[in-house]
């Protein structure tokens, strides 16, 4: 059976949001066009990677092209909640990143989370094989903007405890800082970023005009496991 790419070129909105009560939020990303909805699931560590490295990207393509690029701004336009009822396409395993040359459009791609190992290739690529996914174009000033809200959904949890910085809990909270214990975090495979150094190594590729990047990743970003929420 053929994957599902589900393309927006020119959406209405491209937001992230949440659903739940702080400490127990569930986060998603939805795509709008006129009354074409779609929604995917992931975790609060992938809305922040996104976030910062769209703003790397933005950073290198006015640095290497010297395309106009809007300035960095906590303002937020589109301040309005998902649109109701939530109804998630898949859960985010794989993210992809890359920048179209022809339109001057920042290009989000989200890939459905696989049991198994599959070629990277197929990140904003047409072909048959590979996870569902969902290509999102979105303007310099449109990526700007999903940074912003990113940023403010993502403060709007739980506040952080003032020694160790960790969420407070309503049930209380263990702090290192007070003899308290952090168990070990590990690396997620649902954080595996396709282009995890926007800034480095950028190359065009053949047909698309997409910017590609190394694939892999020194980074150490840690994921409290599979649980999406917040």
């Not at 990140?123 to 310099?140: K, M, N, Q, S, W």
């Not at 214990?181 to 997409?210: C, H, M, W």
């Not at 910017?211 to 917040?230: A, E, I, S």
Request: net charge negative; proline share 7%; charged share 30%.
């Amino acid at each position: 059976m053929s994957r599902a790419i589900h393309v927006f070129r020119t959406p209405d909105r491209f937001v992230a949001g949440t659903v739940g009560q702080p400490g127990d939020r569930t986060f998603y990303l939805q795509a709008v066009h006129e009354t074409r909805i779609v929604s995917v699931m992931l975790e609060k560590q992938q809305v922040a990677i996104l976030a910062d490295r769209i703003g790397a990207l933005l950073d290198e393509i006015h640095r290497r092209f010297g395309t106009a690029i809007p300035p960095e701004s906590d303002h937020v336009g589109d301040l309005s909640p998902l649109v109701m009822p939530v109804d998630a396409e898949f859960r985010v395993g794989t993210m992809g990143l890359g920048w179209d040359a022809e339109s001057e459009a920042v290009v989000v791609e989200l890939l459905a989370i696989t049991e198994g190992e599959f070629d990277e290739s197929v990140v904003l690529d047409d072909t048959d094989e590979g996870p569902d996914a969902v290509r999102v174009f979105l303007t310099t000033e449109a990526a700007r903007e999903f940074a912003a809200r990113s940023s403010r959904v993502i403060s709007a949890g739980r506040q952080p405890c003032p020694l160790c910085h960790e969420p407070l809990d309503p049930d209380g909270h263990l702090c290192v800082r007070t003899n308290g214990y952090k168990r070990d975090a590990e690396l997620s495979k649902s954080l595996d970023f396709v282009d995890p150094e926007v800034f480095r190594n950028l190359t065009i590729q053949d047909e698309g005009g997409y910017l590609d990047v190394d694939p892999t990743d020194p980074d150490d970003d840690t994921d409290p496991g599979p649980n999406p929420q917040d």
